[in-house]
């Protein structure tokens, strides 16, 4: 019955866990592919969870 902590308390909300999102230019390359532009979350700097480099979370008493 013991359950460790829900990995879902990590992921990052802003993203979701997605870290990254994908958006079109509405533009075209020349072999008819679009252009894309990939932008990292800022909240998780593109990690995917909220707390990336925190070792000090179960200092708690
Ligand atoms: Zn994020």
Known sequence: MAQLAPARARICRA??????????????????TRVTLR???PACQGTGHTTPARRRETARV
Do not use: E, N, Y
Request: include cysteine.
């Open 15 to 32: 993203c979701d866990g997605f870290a990254a999102a994908v958006i079109t230019t509405g533009t075209r390359h020349r072999d008819g």
């Open 39 to 41: 932008v990292t979350c």
